[in-house]
């Protein structure tokens, strides 16, 4: 096993061809350009590496594994997130890389999108906490929830998620089909670490050739993806958002305090 740490994101990486991302990010993991550029960077190198074929992203904070995006970005802060993100996309849609997420915490926004983004998704049942707020901010998900939240629970469901902007614990996740499965606390890394070691000893041309069919079914065009990308930048920058934004911050947003812990209340 080896152990290599950027900036805000730990790379670990295992015997038997499988790896962890584990972010930290304090206060609360947000996602900005740095840990955007560090998690493209790592799954670029492993979606091109022949000996790689699991990763796991985890986080280093139980109480957080990743807030949401980071609003008080500048606008070439945000074209360098926007264009790492897309890079991050790209990389985990490839059928030679399995990602699965190992969520503790709070998960929200283009946190909850990184997870969504994974090939499966398995949470603490005690702590775990999901959802997408950006309607309070004057946004829409933009990093891909409204492309693979209806292809995994349904149009109703995700527009409850999306239009609300309101947490569900894991167990309501479990049941609507957010995450694959809700497991104790207690339990959760040995289950996501052996699954991810199990898949990674299987030979590399079945599992490729399985994931790009189903994906070929269920995962929604590369290209309306991006358009959600554009789409959000555009909201990001406008006026109306920055003054919500700003007052938002004021307020005690991105801080470790009640704002952030209870944002979906």
């Known amino acids: ?121 398995f949470a603490s049942a005690e702590t775990a906490i999901i959802g997408q707020p950006e309607m309070k901010a004057r946004l829409f998900p933009g990093g891909g929830a409204m492309q693979m939240l209806p292809a995994l629970i349904g149009r109703s469901r995700a527009l409850e998620m999306i239009l609300s902007g309101r947490d569900i614990d894991a167990g309501i996740a479990e049941r609507y089909g957010v995450i694959n499965r809700a497991i104790p606390d207690a339990e959760l890394d040995e289950f996501v670490d052996t699954l991810a070691a199990r898949i990674a000893g299987f030979d590399s041309t079945p599992s490729e050739l399985a994931k790009a069919a189903v994906d070929r079914r269920y995962l929604p065009p590369l290209e309306d993806f991006l358009q959600d990308v554009a789409e959000f930048k555009k909201l990001l920058e406008s006026p109306e958002t920055i003054d919500a934004a700003r007052k938002q911050l004021a307020a005690g947003l991105q801080t470790r305090g009640p704002l952030e812990f209870d944002l979906g209340n």
Not at 72 to 89: C, D, F, G, H, Y
């Open 1 to 121: 096993m080896t152990t290599s740490e950027t900036r805000t994101v730990t790379i670990v990486e295992h015997p038997g061809r499988w790896a962890t991302l584990r972010i930290d990010n304090p206060p609360v993991n947000l996602l900005d350009d740095r840990v955007y550029s560090e998690l493209a960077a790592a799954l670029e190198r492993f979606e091109a590496d022949p000996e790689m074929r699991v990763v796991v992203l985890e986080s280093a904070d139980p109480e957080f594994f990743a807030a949401h995006f980071d609003i008080s970005l500048t606008p070439e802060q945000n074209n360098v997130a926007q264009r790492m993100n897309s890079k991050i996309l790209t990389a985990l849609r490839s059928p030679r890389l399995v990602s699965i997420a190992k969520i503790r915490g709070r998960v929200r926004g283009g946190g909850h999108e990184l997870a969504l983004l994974c090939d499966m998704r």
